[in-house]
């Protein structure tokens, strides 16, 4: 098992985050990578084998990504798990999350914009609430938000949230069987 944490917006803080990955860290986060960036501070966690497939930070030139979870997309030879999040994030924007299939809850940072994203089925869970700074905080596991978001509320299964356009659902895009 593995977990995620962030703030975006103003006074976003990396020593906040990594207090909130310490609460969840019983997961197992062996493995740790943080990622700070203008009004952003995310890092994730994860056993070893785990952060070998890919879950943890994954970047390209646009975006960022805190990912957890299992992908059983096809992917290039030694793709991670979260560079397929990636690559469709760039291909589909929004929409991604309808394309992954497996159990996932990740946060992209593309520019401007935060995107939170939960599994259909709703396996990987993903807690997220408004700081009181105007930010928004969000983690793994709603322990980790106590004293950065006064309130928590879970990311429903098959949605995505937006800093741009706030909480949508999407419909799985699985290839025929």
Request: hydrophobic share 40%; glycine share 12%.
């Amino acid at each position: 098992m593995a977990g995620i944490a962030g703030i975006f917006g103003p006074k976003s803080s990396m020593e906040d985050v990594e207090q909130m990955l310490q609460t969840i860290a019983h997961r197992g986060l062996d493995e740790k990578s943080v990622h700070q960036a203008e009004q952003l501070s995310m890092a994730a966690g994860a056993p070893g084998l785990s952060a070998a497939r890919g879950t943890g930070l994954a970047r390209n030139d646009q975006a960022v990504v805190a990912f957890d979870g299992e992908i059983y997309n096809e992917r290039m030879e030694g793709e991670a798990d979260a560079d397929v999040a990636l690559t469709l994030h760039r291909t589909y924007g929004r929409a991604f999350a309808g394309h992954l299939q497996g159990v996932f809850a990740c946060a992209i940072h593309d520019g401007d914009e935060l995107l939170l994203a939960r599994d259909a089925v709703g396996v990987r869970p993903m807690y997220w609430g408004p700081t009181a700074e105007g930010g928004v905080a969000f983690a793994s596991e709603a322990k980790a938000l106590v004293g950065v978001s006064d309130d928590v509320s879970e990311l429903p299964p098959g949605t995505t949230w937006s800093s741009r356009s706030g909480l949508a659902g999407y419909v799985p895009q699985y290839p025929p069987t």
